[in-house]
């Protein structure tokens, strides 16, 4: 069973700065595209990210595009998501998570989540 394990969130202040790291399990990760999603209370669960598995192109919601940048380490079996000049309207449970095909869009495993918040 392929095991997500996302770190990094916690309390910054708008205008701060926050990095997210999602560690896979297993020896297939480099083969997957991740994908950083997140859900704020009372709302749906949207897209941030995304990354694919060798040639490491990027895709990003329109929201963040030019703030955060998603990144991959494929030694380290970890995709990163660099959170600059954050805005409160970005506090949510951040997930990560892993496209075993790696052609989406349905994504096959994720992590359990990290909160992140930002005060104003």
């Known amino acids: 069973q392929v095991q997500l394990v996302e770190s990094g969130g916690g309390l910054v202040q708008a205008g701060g700065s926050l990095r997210l790291s999602c560690t896979v399990s297993?020896?297939?990760?480099?083969?997957?595209?991740m994908g950083w999603f997140r859900q704020a209370p009372g709302k749906e669960r949207e897209f941030v990210a995304r990354i694919s598995g060798s040639v490491f192109s990027t895709f990003y919601a329109d929201s963040v595009k030019g703030r955060f940048t998603i990144s991959r380490d494929n030694a380290k079996n970890t995709v990163y998501l660099q959170m600059n000049s954050l805005k409160p309207e970005d506090t949510a449970v951040y997930y990560c998570?892993?496209?075993?095909?790696?052609?989406?869009?349905?994504?096959?495993?994720w992590g359990q989540g990290t909160q992140v918040t930002v005060s104003s």
């Open positions: 998570a892993a496209d075993a095909r790696g052609v989406g869009p349905r994504y096959d495993y």
């Open positions: 297993g020896r297939a990760f480099n083969t997957y595209a």
